[in-house]
């Protein structure tokens, strides 16, 4: 149970903090050798994180041959990267990899680790929060370090884990005040990625890894991974479609304003569900955090969750029939009127500029 | 012959979600809330069905929660579930991923004897996708998350095709190994009329015990009885049945707590407002080739 160092002298018998969990942790994830854009961006928040608390950052780094993106990570923040390396590590698999953290974690301590809401992050940081009796907070919108009161008691550096909640007219703060280690999962383009000016100096601490029958559980037979990935997070200028376009048929202007003006299409969560656009131009919390010149919202109502991985755009403008719609409140341009009707005008207005 | 445990959950519609269903505290009040049979869940069970008829077997579901939970343990029976288990109790109230996971991964031991367990990727009421990888770890045996496909079943292997990052691959894992599924990996199955005839009374031992008490003529016990020779008993589990830790249980083995709870406060204010029509929106176009955007 962790302790407020103020609660040193307590009749109660409270320990002091274990000085050697003010570390912030993140797991580097890395995919045919490359590492995620989202764990270099989780290295830029934990930055932040372990000066708050006068902590080291430090890089999880776990693959073959990947002594290169361990001594990436020092531009990013981290402090000292720990480097796991062994051929059978090549690829990310839940038993080795989660196996590792585990020992590690039990054995350090650090006060917190952080993963990407990938689909590898997502598989290894349950299983170690489970083994290591952590909290565990998914898809967390905004990360903070604070000294928090909590049912009249006083605890030092709890992780203020934020995400919009359950129906997404609230945003809820998660804490985990009586665990040793707080771990959170973030989405991809979430936090900003802010490298350095001048990197860390490189300490890399090699841990060695002891194969155990139990990691060969399971075998990958074969991955395929395409290249030509959706890139929304750099689009100038994104045209999103909504559940409000009602039929996959209508969505087809969203994709013609698009081409139109050069943007790329994106979905709301519902327009995924329905079918209109793949997950992956899915923009939101459970999507893609992006912040282009130019986000136009096309039939979106704009709960939480979609404004969540918009709403820092330069310029918004929405697109709705109904004016009552909580995207206006955070559009800087807004149209009432029915998409069928507007998109087709916008493009021939556009195109009469363009002449 | 392959035995299959399907992990169920009964979760609130969030469709139908308005701000009356929030509790101060930030949690919601499942009461106001129509419940459903998690959809990630069904299509769980779907698979674990598949592999039965395929291979032989069983197919037992489990669901954690409060007593009306047994709803969705009907709707498995009427799919084709073999054996259902309730695992209800007040002490379990409060629960987050972590203490779920204990207990459920307890219920699994006590009824051991399996090859699968199956379950959705998550849930739509939290969307953590934790519960199954906690647990998998909590038993101490392999996963295969975000599943696609079962392309193979061997003697003592499953070959699964799984989305990963960009792409997909093909696994190949030891038995026994838990298996989450993503939504539309298969159609679940509709409800077979002849297994609605055979459950719709299919009771909880909760059920039953509310039954006797409104009736002085009827004793639990009896009741239990009877309806486990007629196979419509669905098993049930309260803390005292289980051999659980209960620091573990509810919300004291949940590490995560609600500090916070804002509503959102919008900005608003600066908006222009543009008009549908021509003008207006070649104003718009104007706007933005000014500001570089365009052009």
Redesign the interface.
């Known amino acids: 149970m962790e302790q407020n160092p103020k609660s040193e002298n307590l009749p109660d018998g409270s320990q002091v903090q274990n000085p050697k969990s003010n570390e912030v942790w993140v797991f580097i994830e890395q ?1 045919d050798g490359k590492p ?1 854009d989202v764990s270099f961006e989780l290295l830029c928040k934990g930055h932040k994180l372990a000066q708050a608390m006068n902590g080291k950052l430090k890089s999880i780094v776990i693959g073959d041959g990947v002594e290169e993106i361990a001594k990436e990570t020092f531009r990013y923040g981290a402090d000292e990267a720990l480097l796991v390396e062994h051929p059978s590590l090549k690829n990310y698999r ?2 080795p990899y ?1 196996r590792i953290i585990n020992d590690l974690v039990k054995t350090v301590v650090p006060r917190i680790v952080l993963f990407g809401a ?3 992050g ?6 170690v ?3 290591t ?7 967390c919108t905004d990360l903070q370090v604070s000294d ?1 009161k ?1 049912l009249g008691k006083d605890y030092s550096n709890l992780l ?2 934020i995400r ?16 040793s280690t707080q771990m959170a999962t973030v989405r991809e383009g979430v936090m900003e990625l802010t490298p350095l000016e001048k990197p860390n100096e490189i300490k890399i601490t090699r841990v060695e890894y002891k194969p155990d029958p ?1 990691d060969e ?10 290249s030509n ?1 959706v890139n929304l997070k750099a689009a ?2 994104i045209v999103a479609g909504g559940y409000g376009l009602s039929t996959k048929e209508n969505f087809k202007l969203v994709e013609e304003l698009a081409n139109t ?1 050069g943007g790329e299409i994106a979905g709301s969560r519902a327009a995924v569900d329905a079918g209109f656009v793949t997950p992956d131009r899915q923009v939101g919390q ?1 999507g893609v955090t992006v912040r282009p ?2 986000y136009i919202a096309i039939g979106i109502s704009g709960a ?1 969750q979609h404004r969540a991985g918009m709403q820092e755009s ?2 918004i ?1 929405a697109i709705n029939t109904d004016p009552e719609a ?1 995207i ?10 029915d998409a069928t ?2 998109i087709p ?2 493009i ?3 195109k ?3 002449k | 012959m392959f035995n299959s445990i399907v992990m169920v959950k009964q979760v609130p519609d969030t469709a139908n979600i308005s701000g009356k269903v929030m509790k101060d505290d930030g949690t919601v009040n499942r009461t106001k809330l129509p419940a459903i049979f998690n959809h990630e869940d069904r299509v769980a069970l779907e698979l674990a069905l598949q592999v039965k008829e395929k291979y032989g077997g069983k197919v037992t579901a489990v669901t954690m929660g409060p007593p009306r939970a047994s709803d969705v343990l009907r709707e498995c029976l009427y799919m084709g579930a073999n054996e259902t288990y309730l695992v209800s109790d007040r002490k379990f109230a409060g629960a987050d991923t972590l203490a779920t996971s204990y207990v459920l991964s307890e219920v699994i031991k006590k009824i051991g004897n399996y090859d699968f367990i199956f379950a959705g990727r998550q849930a739509i009421d939290g969307d953590t996708a934790q519960v199954g990888p906690q647990t998998a770890e909590k038993l101490g045996i392999p996963q295969i998350t975000y599943t696609e496909e079962i392309l193979n079943v061997e003697k003592n292997k499953i070959k699964i095709k799984r989305k990963i990052d960009g792409g997909y691959e093909i696994v190949e894992s030891t038995l026994p190994v838990l298996i989450t599924v993503l939504k539309d990996v298969v159609e679940p199955r509709p409800f077979s009329s002849k297994r609605v005839m055979a459950f719709k009374n299919a009771r909880s031992v909760m059920d039953l015990e509310k039954l006797a008490e409104g009736n002085s003529l009827l004793y639990t016990d009896r009741l239990i009885h009877e309806y486990k020779e007629k196979n419509l008993l669905i098993n049930t589990f309260t803390m005292d049945d289980l051999n659980l830790d209960i620091q573990r249980c509810g919300i004291a083995g949940s590490p995560t707590k609600v500090h916070k709870v804002e509503s959102v406060v919008l900005k608003g204010g600066n908006q222009i407002k543009v008009e549908p029509t021509k003008g207006g929106l070649s104003g718009l176009i104007d706007q933005l080739m000014t500001d570089h955007i365009f052009g």
């Open positions: 995919r995620a839940t038993l989660s990938t689909v590898i997502r598989d290894v940081a349950p299983r929060a489970s083994h009796k952590s909290g565990l907070t998914a898809d928090v909590y203020l884990q919009p909640a359950f129906g997404g007219n609230i945003i809820a703060t998660i804490i985990t005040p009586d665990v139990i559980l399971v075998q990958i037979i074969e991955q395929h991974r395409e990935k100038p200028i003006i459970t010149k130019l939480i330069n310029k403008i909580p206006f409140d955070i559009a800087h341009y807004g149209i009432v009127g009707e507007v005008a916008f021939e207005a556009y009469h500029k363009l």
